[in-house]
């Protein structure tokens, strides 16, 4: 596997031929009982009665490797380089039906904090730019292990889509001297439109302009733009945080079970790029959430060419249907 720079997007993708296919399990290896032993980097500790809360261990056929120097060269008017990053398996859970919107606040809590810990970890790493959180669930959706599971991916780069966040964040930053996120919030409790809930520090939200159906954003209500920071500093805030993901969860499986997860985060500042200036203000401009998007088949339909979203479902009419759904507490 390598990365190509597409240069026209200017976005970087990561190809080869894959020889693994898909992946059958017929015993789980992630619960505390596995027969093979996985390799495990961090261990969040025991609570409850059983033998940890949560793990990260390196993923069984990894997309990225710690290991060797990205070898940046060029192919003509092409970028290329090897795939150097990192690529983990954020177990949940022990428990191996214990999910995101079914676990207890305090079981979401240690995976907040593992989370975190990672996040800042790899941050460390001087080669790492950006360090992604995402979760698949379904079929549709790319699912990978029948286990509650999330992944970590360090790359050398910053994905597209946050660097449109970036640049629209201190766009408007230079512009009015306040962060666009925290403008969006202000605006939407304001307005209690798009509002699906609030709880303590933190509001669910449907974005003004959806990609998908039911989309759905959380985010602090106090400006941060660190998870990692959020998470291991201001832990107190981590039960409000786990129980309004639960719920927004538990909302959108009254329509589909199938879902992409994905936290966005800031790129690591260790070594801010000399030419670009979205490190510059970054604490200021930038305001970390996660983005939920749900994945219905029935109503896929979209332009033909993928950069314009079709959302058959308003923002306005998700919100009430998702307050009106029905949840536990």
Known sequence: MELRKDPITRSWVITGDDPTGPRVESVCRFCPDAASAPQVIATMPNTGGVPW?????????????????????????????????????????????????????????WFFRMAAERIFDLKRDPRIKYVSLFKDYGGSAGQEFSHPTS?????????????????????YFLTKERCVFCDIINQEERQALRVIESRGDYIALCPYAPRVPYEA???????????????????????????ILRRTLQR?????????????????????????????????????????????????????FKEV????????????????AKIDG
């Not at 954003?217 to 129980?243: S, Y």
């Not at 490190?279 to 959430?289: A, C, P, Q």
Request: cysteine-free.
């Open 217 to 243: 954003w959380i985010l602090p209500r106090n400006h941060d733009a660190a998870f990692e920071h959020t998470a291991l500093v201001r832990q107190g805030q981590l039960a409000d945080l786990a129980a």
């Open 309 to 324: 979203y079709y959302s058959p479902v308003s923002s306005e009419t998700a919100v009430k249907q998702l307050r009106e």
């Open 53 to 109: 809360s949560a793990r990260a261990l390196v993923h069984p056929t990894p997309l990225y490797h710690i290991e060797g120097e990205p070898g940046r060269r060029g192919d003509g008017l092409y970028d290329r380089m090897h795939s150097v990053g990192a690529h983990e398996v954020l177990v949940e859970n022990s428990r191996h039906d214990h999910h995101l919107w079914n676990a207890s606040d305090a079981e979401i809590e």
């Open 151 to 171: 992944q970590i991916t360090a790359t050398m780069f910053v994905p597209r889509r946050v660097l449109y966040e970036l640049r629209a964040g201190r766009e």
């Open 252 to 304: 959108v499986r009254t329509f589909t079970e199938e879902f992409h997860l994905v936290l966005h985060t800031s790129p690591s500042s260790q070594h801010p790029s000399k030419t670009l200036g979205y490190w510059k203000t970054i604490d200021d401009d930038y305001h970390w959430h996660i983005e939920l998007l749900p994945v219905l088949g029935s109503k896929a339909r979209s332009y033909t």
